[in-house]
């Protein structure tokens, strides 16, 4: 059990109050689409900001046992390969998204190719967006909480983070975000201050820990590192950017949104690292350093500020799960089962969503009770899921290039099979065999050349294509009909 004082257990009494009082402020409002699934395009700019940044850290643990075995190499494998992406969506698809005034991603693929590759879409999206790994970090931080089982706690995590979207959709999930994002950088700001205070600056962490923890990789092979860099292009695909960009009030803002929240990632950035580089100082001989920061938590911080810190944790991982929980409950009701219906009208949409909820809910604590590791979750579906998207959705907002519907469906499920394959490959080698990718070959390498060799083949032997315009796609006075 991580406390016994009652003003540990308050603050969490608290904040269980608070997700409670979200669900009956929303509670009973009939939304429609635009309402349910963005917010009514109404986000204001510091909204948009907090909810960015709170739902990109959900996987606090996985990274304060990185920073606890790799040191500052933590920063430059989970932290500057994504700011690099959240710059180039920041300048290459943030404006251009808004501008298009569309829901989501298979939205766009369908306007540009047809119905086939927005479903085909709609998939590696969901995939993308099953918050499994948050949801088996939270389940994890009950678990040593509560000294409860892990199953149960996944199912109550999973419960816990998402009961306050069934209603309010969007909307719900922004103003828990805020008080979120608060409470992340209170509870490391904390932290921090108080393990600097009790054992010192840079001067103590360079005598206290081991030389590698001050280099680039950290000790961990160069190549572990720098697919990270390549993984990260899943930014640019990322379903979390794309929905709030569509929510934001006018393109700029888009825009500026995510050039402010890397400022933001940066300082959080630092907070977790410093705080993992403690850990490892103070606490040299943990069993498992995936509860670095619980346990650095246990002997540094005082009742109170305890409670402050778990609350960080809790928060920063929730954010994350709410967030892409919404958005596969969204991607089942919106992009298959409204889409496969055909329907006119899109005012059963929040309720096909509400179904998504459950089934997105089902599936994530399923996979994460299965595959028990935030950074292979990470990892794999990463690598899945952006060659995939990748090049279909970039030549969407270019305008030019484009593939017709039959080709374009084919360079989305060649490169989705074959990463597949090849992380099955590895996690299905016979027993007493050295697990490997086949030819050593990371996934995604692999499946971003299997998507540029079947483009090319489709340039070459295929129709180009021209936008498709679909009567159930919604547009706006912005995008020209």
């Known amino acids: ?19 409670v009082g979200v669900w009956l402020r929303l509670f009973g409002r009939r939304l429609d689409a635009l309402d349910y ?72 693929l369908d306007r540009h190719y047809g119905r086939g590759p927005a479903l085909m879409g709609a998939l590696a999206v969901f995939v993308a967006s099953a918050p499994a790994a948050y949801v088996l970090m939270l389940g994890t931080l009950f678990a040593a909480m509560f000294g409860l089982p ?8 999973t419960a816990t983070s998402v009961f306050y979207v069934y209603r309010g959709g969007f ?65 640019l695909v990322d379903p979390g950017f794309w929905q709030r960009a569509y929510a934001a009030r006018d393109p700029a803002m888009a825009r500026r949104a995510v050039l402010i929240s890397i400022g933001f990632w940066v300082l959080f950035d630092f907070l977790t690292t410093s705080t993992g580089l403690y850990a490892r100082a103070v606490l040299p001989h943990l069993s498992d350093p995936v509860f670095a920061f619980p346990e650095i938590a246990q002997v540094t911080l005082p009742p109170f500020a305890l409670g402050l810190f778990y609350l960080g944790l809790i928060a920063t991982v929730m954010s994350t799960i709410d967030s892409y929980g919404f958005i596969a409950a969204t991607t089942i009701g919106r992009d298959v089962i409204w889409r496969l219906k055909g329907e006119r009208t899109e005012e059963r949409v929040p309720a096909y969503s509400r179904l998504g909820l459950w089934i997105a809910g089902a599936f994530a604590a399923a996979l994460a009770v299965t595959r028990q590791s935030v950074i292979a979750l990470w990892h794999d579906l990463g690598s899945i899921v952006t060659p995939t998207l990748l090049l279909p959705v970039a030549l ?26 090849w992380v099955a490959a590895k996690d299905l080698a016979p027993p007493g065999t050295a697990a490997a990718y086949p030819w050593s070959l990371e996934p995604i390498y692999a499946g971003l050349g299997a998507s540029l060799l079947t483009y090319a083949l489709g340039r070459a032997f295929g129709s180009r294509g021209a936008a498709v315009r679909h009567a159930d796609a919604p547009h706006s006075e912005e995008t020209p009909s």
């Open 1 to 19: 059990m991580f406390s016994r004082s009652p003003l540990d257990w308050g603050l969490i009494v608290l904040y269980v109050g608070f997700l």
């Open 37 to 108: 699934l963005l917010a009514g395009r109404r986000i204001t700019l510091p909204a948009l900001v907090a909810t960015l940044v709170s739902t990109w850290y959900g996987g606090i643990l996985g990274v304060g046992e990185y920073a606890y075995r790799f040191g500052v190499s933590n920063w430059l494998v989970f932290g500057v390969p994504y700011y690099i992406g959240a710059l180039l969506f920041a300048w290459l698809f943030a404006r251009r998204a808004r501008a298009a005034a569309l829901y989501t991603i298979p939205d766009l």
């Open 150 to 157: 892990l199953v149960p706690c996944v199912l109550a995590a």
């Open 171 to 235: 909307r719900g999930v922004v103003i828990t975000d805020l008080v979120q994002f608060a409470l992340m950088f209170i509870g490391f700001g904390v932290m921090l201050a108080f393990l600097v205070a009790r054992h010192g600056g840079l001067g103590y962490l360079t005598t206290a820990l081991p030389a590698s923890h001050f280099t680039w990789n950290g000790g961990a092979p160069p190549q572990a590192v720098l697919v990270w860099y390549v993984i990260a292009l899943s930014t």
């Open 396 to 421: 969407a907002l270019a305008g030019r290039g484009r593939l017709g519907p039959r080709w374009t469906l084919a360079a989305m499920l060649v490169p989705f099979a074959v990463t597949l394959y």
